[in-house]
């Protein structure tokens, strides 16, 4: 028998059911889910009304080209419509956060007709080549080298550089609102106001990741709006279809037409299937208003976090439901005790303890995850 190729660490743990927050492993032992498939189970797992239309879909068809429509693929565009500020008329399908970006970057170079790419110190846009170009860190990329070679760096959080970074040769600049991968960094809003006057200025496309912050994460549906900017182009990805695969670039109306037909595509994009779990999702966001809760949960667990007492933790980190406990060691450590404990979490950089827990986490909930984490590290210093 073939084996499953190794590039992610292992903690042998093997999950047989999940069910909003929890999910529950081969011996009935039952988890709080804080790492939520890095944040795609952010409405639960197996939310019955995702199951519900999923289930439906499965009965009627599941695959069909963009070259034809279909009542899923109308149900998602009509649910998702109400979640975008009236800005972004148009939205470009497809099955992954990094094609999302990848989809991002060719519309703004089509567009500006140029080439030159401004991204940040420890960003984090996904792991094909041309995301993986825009990424900082130097233990993804550095293998694989060379990358698209037209990339310019700056620091993330310094406004004052903002001015020499995007020139007249910037295609685009792309950003997270809160650095997910790089260690759950919120950028400040004057870094982002400076980001949009200024791409605005030189004639370059501003584009927002959300991938991981979006979808009402961060207690908005998009992370930009709790700033008051907005992009020229946003991605969003992870949480949307409630588990299923899925990526989105989210753009300008004017920009719906930049692709000839044939120019761009992909085999999966709008699948029958994930369109209907992304309707239903999408529904779920705006009826049940989850940014509200996550926002109302996200105060309660930052609390919490801040609460635990070890000189290991240094400070809370984040918004909403996308959390980080940055320490002064390496949190990677720190995985495994959780999880005996019976809390599944991230890491985020190298000293960051990372929580994206599904919008219904309870109140009891938060108390497992303080007494996890405040366990977890008293044991080690
Ligand atoms: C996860 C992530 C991606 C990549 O998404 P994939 O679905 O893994 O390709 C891109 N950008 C951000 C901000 C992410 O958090």
């Given amino acids: 028998m073939a084996r499953i190729a190794r590039y992610y660490r292992e903690y042998g743990l093997r999950i047989v059911k999940g069910l909003l927050q929890y999910v529950w492993d081969d011996g009935g032992r039952r988890y709080l889910d804080c790492n939520t498939n890095h944040g795609v189970a952010f409405l639960g797992h197996a939310n019955p009304k ?44 497809q099955n992954t956060g990094t094609e999302a970006v990848e989809t991002a970057v060719k519309i703004a170079k089509k567009i500006t007709r140029r080439h030159t790419i401004v991204a940040f110190t420890n960003s984090f846009h996904g792991r094909t080549m041309g995301s993986l170009s825009i990424t900082w860190n130097e ?13 310019r760096f700056g620091k993330f959080n310094v406004p004052t550089e903002v001015d020499k970074l995007v020139q007249e040769d910037t295609c685009c600049v792309v950003v997270e609102p809160i650095q997910g991968e790089g260690g759950v960094n919120p950028a400040t809003p004057e870094f982002l106001k400076a980001l949009r006057e200024e791409t605005q200025r030189k004639g370059a496309l501003f584009i927002i990741d959300e991938v991981q912050t979006g979808f009402g994460r961060t207690g908005a549906v998009w992370a930009f709006q709790k700033y008051g900017v907005e992009p020229d182009i946003f991605t969003a990805g992870k949480a949307v279809a409630g588990g299923l695969p899925i990526g989105l670039a989210v753009a300008r109306e004017d920009f719906g037409d930049v692709f000839e037909p044939g120019e761009h595509g992909s085999t999966f994009a709008g699948n029958a299937v994930v369109m209907a779990a992304a309707a239903a999702a999408s529904r779920l966001l705006r009826e049940e208003d989850v940014p509200a809760k996550a926002e109302r949960a996200g105060a309660e667990l930052a609390k919490a976090l801040g609460e635990v007492e070890s000189r290991l933790a240094v400070r809370v980190k984040g918004m909403g439901l996308m959390l980080g406990l940055e320490l002064r060691v390496k949190a990677d450590q720190f995985l495994q005790p959780l999880l005996e404990r019976g809390v599944l979490g991230l890491t985020a950089g190298v000293n960051t303890l990372r929580f994206l827990p599904p919008y219904m986490i309870t109140r009891e909930d938060i108390e497992l995850v303080h007494a996890a984490v405040s366990e977890a590290l008293k044991r080690a210093q």
Avoid: D, M
């Avoid at 519900?52 to 034809?68: G, H, K, S, T």
């Avoid at 233990?139 to 990339?151: G, S, T």
């Fill in 50 to 93: 995702i199951v519900e239309a999923v289930r439906r879909q499965l009965e009627e068809v599941w695959a069909v080209p963009l070259n034809f429509s279909t009542p899923a693929r109308e149900r998602f565009i009509e649910e998702f419509s109400r979640l975008l500020p009236a800005k972004f008329g148009v939205v470009f399908l």
């Fill in 139 to 151: 233990r993804y990329r550095k293998a694989f080298e060379p990358l698209y070679p037209h990339v």
